[in-house]
């Protein structure tokens, strides 16, 4: 049964940082493309990063240069560093395997996701 348990959130103030993890198991983590998605109030689910199984990254330009994410295959968990918060970046945050068929799709079931918000 795929689990994904994202963690880490919590109330920043504007210019602060935060660091989600996401706890994956049920799957073979190292073999999956990983990407983070964000759903603001009254919006569409938008992916905001996704790394390769091989450890290549890649952003939305609306987090570019602020966010990195990363993987540890060794603890199948999944991390975003957000630096330089915005109060735009105000959304819970999950995580889910991905495939990339002409446009990125997530893959399974949807976690309980972290909840971010950045003050101004």
């Known amino acids: 049964q795929v689990q994904l348990v994202e963690s880490g959130g919590g109330l920043v103030q504007a210019g602060g940082s935060l660091r989600l993890s996401c706890a994956a198991s049920?799957?073979?983590?190292?073999?999956?493309?990983m990407g983070w998605y964000r759903q603001a109030p009254g919006k569409q689910r938008e992916l905001v990063a996704h790394i390769t199984s091989g450890g290549n990254p890649n952003y939305a330009d609306s987090v570019k240069g602020r966010f990195t994410i990363s993987r540890d295959d060794a603890k199948n968990t999944l991390y975003l560093q957000m630096n330089s918060l915005k109060p735009e970046d105000t959304a819970v945050y999950y995580c889910?395997?991905?495939?990339?068929?002409?446009?990125?799709?997530?893959?399974?079931?949807w976690g309980q996701g972290t909840q971010v918000t950045v003050s101004s």
């Open positions: 889910n395997a991905v495939r990339q068929l002409g446009w990125i799709v997530a893959l399974f079931n």
């Open positions: 049920g799957f073979a983590f190292s073999t999956y493309a």
